[in-house]
């Protein structure tokens, strides 16, 4: 899309705001009355609309309208939905660059980025229904006189919690799996980013059957009243460590709850010796997601341990790189990296660097005084020679900040790499196999890439091990996570 286009784009999405301020809809009717809250585009730092949040009573309303409405959903069968689910994949094909763009200005990712976002998860609109279908269930040989089976049956209402980083595109992957497998589905959008979510609903509301799906915009007490809701028996949530126990507690206190949970990320990408400079140095910037997210991803593999027979070319290499990148307005033309979220991150993530330079570890690029623009703006950072004490080494930082360690004893690489709390990626680069494998082996992460980074397979079970969460999405066994199984035994005779 042009310069004049984009802008055209953005000044088109701020009218319709202003016109049209976002609203919660619970099965087809406008809740009205709810307190606002400011939401503000990271680009500028000025304030963007207002947003409804939802109170427990709201949140009750949203419940019970998914209770009415899932019995005929169900009913549907998966062909049925299918014909939904198709419809409404369509339309948010037709809307794909307002949507990209409500998720530029809201979050502050780069508009392409978002377009790009959406458009890789169209096809789940299809895909999903057809892989319901072959969800199966178990005949089960016990007696060959008699039939023992098993099939999958719907939880009810599914509550769907998610973080801020990638806007639509998780409203979307979060909304299709319960709503495939015939639940209803009642989602909560991240307070920093409801505005995709919140016109996602508006845009089902012409095509799917009401109540089935309401997407709640509101804060932490808003989650909290949709996780511990008596109806709602299972939970899928991506977001924080601290949120996620949060809401595995908060969810225990009152009934027995499936809860899945993908949450923070730590990752290292272990570089090889014989892995050549150039691809490395690429490959780490690429693994920060700074084009999408400015870093603010969970699977971004911030730790680079790079064996010592290149390590200093590599920092070189991987410098060069960061420093011709240019934090810009997320829906202005060319913007390779984009504002953090808020600026309480902003302000986070400037601690972090205080931290690793008071620690001891050499500051190699980043930040900048451009950081003092208005909005949240900051420049790529390259810490080289952190030590495992350090805490840029050991936090999640959630933003765009690269700690480089040195190694030479692969036994110790793989130590440091898993001695922190999280293990929800990893990355590996060498061409010699067996090396490759012992380092895959001994990764103690849910997902691992060799010789990639950061690409999503669609089909690939992700998920974290440890602290970084439960369960696993993108795959078959999500799709069955949004089910439970019932065991029939049928005699034949009396
Ligand atoms: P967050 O935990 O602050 O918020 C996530 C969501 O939880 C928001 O919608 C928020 O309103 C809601 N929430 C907050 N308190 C709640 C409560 N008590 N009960 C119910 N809901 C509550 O996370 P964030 O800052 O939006 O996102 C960043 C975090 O998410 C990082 O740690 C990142 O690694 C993680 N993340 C993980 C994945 C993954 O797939 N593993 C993907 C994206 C982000």
């Not at 307002?98 to 809201?106: I, T």
């Not at 700074?290 to 991803?297: F, M, V």
Request: glycine share 10%; hydrophobic share 45%.
């Amino acid at each position: 899309m042009s310069t004049g286009s984009i802008a055209a784009l953005a000044d088109r999405v701020r009218d319709r705001l202003a016109a049209e301020p976002p609203g919660i809809t619970v099965a087809g009717e406008p809740v009205t009355g709810l307190a606002g809250a400011e939401t503000v585009d990271p680009s500028t730092a000025a304030p963007l609309t207002h947003v409804p949040q939802a109170t427990e009573a709201v949140v009750d309303r949203a419940v019970r309208a998914g209770l009415a409405a899932q019995p005929g959903w169900h009913a549907l069968g998966v062909p049925g939905r299918r014909r939904y689910l198709d419809a409404f994949g369509q339309v948010v094909r037709e809307h794909r660059h307002e949507l990209a763009m409500l998720d530029a200005m809201d979050g502050g990712n780069p508009y392409p980025a978002m377009v790009a976002d959406i458009e890789r998860c169209l096809h789940q609109f299809v895909t999903w229904p057809a892989v319901a279908g072959m969800t199966g269930g178990d005949t089960i040989p016990i007696d060959p006189r008699d039939l023992h089976f098993t099939e999958y049956q719907p939880y009810g209402v599914v509550a769907r919690v998610v973080a801020y980083n990638h806007p639509a595109y998780f409203a979307i992957k979060a909304m299709l799996p319960p709503l495939v497998m015939g639940n209803a589905v009642v989602l909560k959008p991240a307070d920093q980013t409801p505005l995709s979510a919140l016109r996602l609903a508006e845009l089902a509301r012409d095509v799917l059957p009401p109540g089935v799906l309401t997407v709640l915009s509101g804060g932490a007490q808003t989650g909290q009243a949709l996780v511990t809701h008596p109806e709602v028996r299972r939970i899928g949530f991506t977001g924080s460590l601290a949120t996620g126990l949060a809401i595995q507690r908060a969810a225990a206190g009152s009934a027995v709850r499936h809860v899945s949970l993908e949450l923070g990320g730590k990752n290292a990408m272990i570089v090889f010796p014989d892995a050549p400079v150039d691809v490395v140095a690429d490959a780490v910037v690429a693994g920060m997601n700074l084009d999408s997210c400015a870093g603010q991803s969970c699977g971004s593999t911030s730790r680079v341990f790079v064996h010592a027979r290149i390590h200093d070319e590599v920092v070189e290499a991987v410098a060069a790189r960061l420093a011709r990148i240019e934090p810009g307005v997320a829906y202005a033309e060319g913007t390779a990296m984009g504002p953090l979220v808020s600026a309480a991150h902003r302000d986070r993530v400037a601690g972090y660097v205080t931290a690793g330079r008071d620690e001891g570890a050499r500051l190699v690029c980043g930040p900048s005084v451009r950081d003092r623009r208005a909005g949240y703006y900051q420049y790529p950072v390259l810490f080289d020679r952190v030590e495992q004490s350090m805490r840029i080494a050991r936090e999640e930082i959630f933003g765009p900040v690269i700690s480089v360690l040195g190694w030479s004893d692969l036994d110790d690489a793989l130590a440091r790499a898993n001695a922190v709390q999280y293990g929800l990626t990893g990355a590996v680069w060498t061409n010699d196999l067996s090396q490759a494998m012992r380092a895959v082996r001994g990764l103690d992460t849910g997902y691992v890439w060799v010789n990639d980074v950061s690409r999503h397979y669609w089909g690939m079970p992700f998920g974290g091990v440890r602290d970084s969460g439960l369960g696993r999405e993108e795959c078959l066994d999500e799709l069955r996570s949004y089910a439970q199984v019932k065991a029939v035994n049928v005699r034949t005779r009396w």
